[in-house]
């Protein structure tokens, strides 16, 4: 069954611009924090990485080093979407592109596929807080 997508109102569609530059500022504080994060690797790090792939073969990495940079990097976006979780201008964008991953894997676009079900069940969720995020959007920026 087709799943009801969530539609903005009138009032989030005209607040989108300004609430997109208040997202875009921030989306680049997280890229300079990750970018940061990924060049600050030890020599130990480094060795750390050495043991776990030599010991995970299926772990294709082209080097210790990316290994460790990429990790780094993943760490350096959780951390700050958990320092930004109660923005509802910073949740309400990164749930839009988790419905558009959700969205394209039920069409079977994406790696990983999800099991149809899995996805609609997470789509509906993602859609739901959608609409919660718009209402504490308007409550706090709708003059």
Request: aromatic residues 12%; proline residues 6%.
């Amino acid at each position: 069954p087709e799943i009801p997508a969530y539609q903005p109102s009138q009032a989030m569609l005209d607040l989108l611009p300004e609430l997109r530059k208040h997202y875009q500022q921030l989306e680049m504080q997280m890229y300079t924090t990750m970018f940061e994060a990924s060049k600050n690797i030890s020599d130990q790090e480094i060795v750390e990485a050495e043991r776990y792939l030599a010991q995970h073969p299926e772990e294709v990495f082209g080097s210790p080093q990316m290994f460790v940079s990429s990790q780094k990097s993943r760490q350096a976006e959780k951390d700050f979407d958990r320092q930004h979780q109660n923005d509802p201008v910073w949740c309400y964008f990164r749930n839009q592109q988790d419905i558009a991953f959700f969205t394209a894997s039920l069409k079977g676009n994406t790696l990983p596929r999800y099991p149809v079900a899995e996805a609609q069940s997470k789509l509906r969720d993602l859609y739901r807080r959608q609409g919660e995020l718009e209402t504490a959007i308007l409550k706090k920026y709708q003059k």
